[in-house]
């Protein structure tokens, strides 16, 4: 594994429905930026604010055999670097919220989002495994999506996993998350990369405006590198993953092994 790493976080704002001109951006933005690991908001390709599961159909993407997909390992290959998007995902007759990890080598991960926020239960069906985590040579990366950050299991079980960097590709409107992502980083000793989108769309009757303040945390809680709230705009942090491997707190409190899960037992039922 590489010692020290690049990661970047691509904030934009998608177009809606124009799946290849958001490509098309991902791509240039890809191939511009110099990093090691380059993360992109949730639902990256197609934006937000679907009329109905229909229009979301319309949208989504085979992650598994499609087009965009091959682009994407493409992309991947061909800068060198390992890319994290929020995509919409078809899988059969199921519409899942999902993020892949698509690595240099061309092999692909998908997280579909377990904690669907308001209207998205609506359209999409909720994910059905475990959010992943994968050994890279960037480090161990785990991923989960927006509104996972409101229940702490989520980053919990992606660190209990071994994941040492958490990418967190969102469409946040709480503006109170990216603090709350403090807590997720320094309850688990784990870098987090919250790639958030920034504008507003309206096509429904009511408007969505999305908070921005994309940010690259350290395994201790700092603020390695902050975005606008309303702008786009890429950020970089350089990083040692395997500094996220010292859990220790103090010099004898550790911050996974001194959990007394002997009392936690009510949280699993
Ligand atoms: C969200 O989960 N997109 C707020």
């Not at 319309?58 to 991947?76: P, T, V, Y």
């Not at 899942?96 to 240099?104: H, M, Q, R």
């Not at 409107?173 to 958030?196: H, I, K, P, W």
């Not at 990083?239 to 001194?258: E, G, Q, S, Y």
């Amino acid at each position: 594994m590489k010692g020290t790493v690049v990661v970047a976080c691509s904030q934009m704002r998608p177009e809606f429905g124009a799946t290849e001109q958001n490509l098309n951006r991902i791509s240039r933005i890809t191939e511009e930026t110099k990093a090691d690991l380059i993360v992109f908001p949730e639902l990256a390709t197609s934006g937000y604010e679907f009329r109905d599961r229909s229009e979301l159909g319309e949208l989504a993407l085979d992650l598994i055999d499609g087009a965009e997909m091959d682009r994407l390992k493409s992309l991947a290959r061909d800068a060198d670097t390992h890319i994290v998007a929020g995509l919409p995902e078809r899988f059969g007759d199921k519409l899942f919220n999902s993020a892949v990890l698509v690595e240099p080598s061309g092999r692909t991960t998908v997280y579909r989002k377990l904690q669907l926020f308001d209207r998205e239960k609506q359209l999409f069906d909720p994910g059905e495994e475990e959010p992943p985590v994968v050994d890279t040579s960037v480090g161990r990366l785990g991923l989960m999506i927006c509104f996972d950050w409101i229940f702490p299991e989520v980053a919990r079980l992606l660190a209990l996993g071994g994941a040492q960097v958490i990418c967190h590709p969102s469409n946040l409107v709480l503006d109170y998350c990216q603090r709350a992502m403090f807590a997720r980083s320094v309850e688990n000793g784990v870098f987090t990369v919250t790639c958030n989108r920034v504008g507003s769309e309206s096509r429904l009757d009511r408007t969505m405006t999305f908070t921005g303040a994309s940010q690259i945390l350290s395994n201790r809680g700092q603020t390695l590198a902050q975005a606008s709230t309303d702008r786009e705009e890429i950020i970089t942090a350089r990083i040692n993953p395997t500094d996220a491997d010292d859990k220790m707190i103090t010099a004898t409190n550790h911050v996974l092994d001194d959990r007394r899960q002997e009392f936690y037992i009510r949280l699993t039922v």
